[in-house]
């Protein structure tokens, strides 16, 4: 085994840069470890990768999943080993304890919430396996716990949205579907919106990320606040179930009750050229060639950023339909 070899303990600590980049780009069942990914040990010139997914909830999901798989394969150099975890953080747990007992050599994962990590976290750095937080972050007690975390920038992107709301609907009274309560997604967007525009908003309810459960959410909030004339969506999807409720409440979406959503996806952006959204800020997932040039450097042992922040772009309806057509994702 090159590069990290078992010396890999010391790692997290070794990391000398903590400069954030900005780098253009982004943030069904429990799976086999090597569902999707590849089988079998691999060879030893493979790096064995162990990551595990949250979910597969959105558009934006399964595109950043597509990414990982495509740049991880054993083609580019990699024996990945990947767990599906339903959005279930005792899914995730397990399956990063599988991780140790695999003995992989670099451990990725994307944090269904940010808490409740300290034991599973304190194995890993026990093991010796270094660590690499994809697109959401964790609040943990132990220390240096993980070597490198890549995404987008949650509050950012939060702040991006209130600016819009700021400049083009002053009186505008908000509705805030949020995401999984607890996790760093909806954290920090909340926090960016809110201190822009905080005293607009009139009501939140989570839809969990999900189609189905935003237009649960938004159903009730016609009835709970019938004044009110945007919401603001942590994603598109959940955005897209909002435009279901309101056209069944006899509105029309885009104008009567407009919405400002986070992800950019392809339905969300035809969302936006069909008039129903009326902002999208971007968070882009396809960043997987990020990530295993990353996870490479972590496992040669060199020197990496503490942060890699992924760019995220802006849309309005002045967006084509060319535009939208020609997205990867």
């Not at 690499?132 to 609040?139: E, N, Y």
């Not at 995404?151 to 819009?164: H, L, R, S």
Request: hydrophobic content about 40%; aromatic content about 6%.
């Amino acid at each position: 085994m090159k590069g990290i070899n078992r010396a890999r303990t010391g790692l997290a600590g070794a990391v000398a840069t903590f400069t954030i980049l900005a780098l253009a780009a982004c943030g069904g069942g429990s799976d086999t470890a090597a569902d999707g990914g590849d089988t079998g040990d691999g060879g030893s010139d493979l790096i064995r990768v162990g990551f595990s997914q949250l979910g597969a909830e959105s558009g934006w999901r399964t595109a950043n999943t597509e990414s990982v798989k495509e740049s991880l394969s054993k083609d580019s150099g990699f024996d990945l080993k990947f767990v599906d975890a339903q959005q279930k953080q005792e899914n995730q747990i397990k399956a990063l304890r599988d991780f140790i007992a695999q003995d992989v050599d670099v451990i990725a994962f994307s944090p269904v919430i940010e808490t409740g990590w300290d034991e599973v976290l304190q194995e890993i750095k026990d093991s010796g396996i270094p660590v690499v937080l994809v697109d959401r972050t964790v609040d943990t007690t132990v220390d240096d716990p993980f070597v490198t975390w890549i995404g987008a920038d949650f509050k950012a992107e939060g702040t991006t949205a209130g600016e819009w709301v700021a400049e083009n609907a002053p009186d505008a009274k908000i509705f805030e579907l949020q995401g999984t309560l607890g996790s760093g997604a909806q954290v920090d967007r909340e926090e960016g919106f809110g201190e822009v525009v905080g005293e607009q908003i009139i009501g939140k309810a989570s839809g969990n990320f999900t189609r189905a459960e935003g237009k649960t959410a938004v159903e009730a909030a016609l009835q709970a606040y019938p004044d009110m004339t945007m919401i603001f969506t942590h994603n598109d999807d959940m955005g897209l179930g909002a435009i279901e409720a309101i056209e069944a409440a006899g509105k029309v979406p885009g104008k009567d009750i407009q919405i400002v959503s986070v992800d950019g996806v392809r339905d969300g952006l035809q969302a936006l050229v069909d008039k129903k959204f009326n902002f999208v800020v971007e968070c882009n997932p396809v960043f997987g060639d990020q990530l295993a040039e990353l996870i490479t450097k972590v496992y040669d042992g060199e020197d990496v950023p503490k942060e890699t922040i992924v760019i995220d772009k802006a849309f309005d309806q002045t967006i084509t339909q060319a535009d939208v057509d020609a997205r990867a994702y």
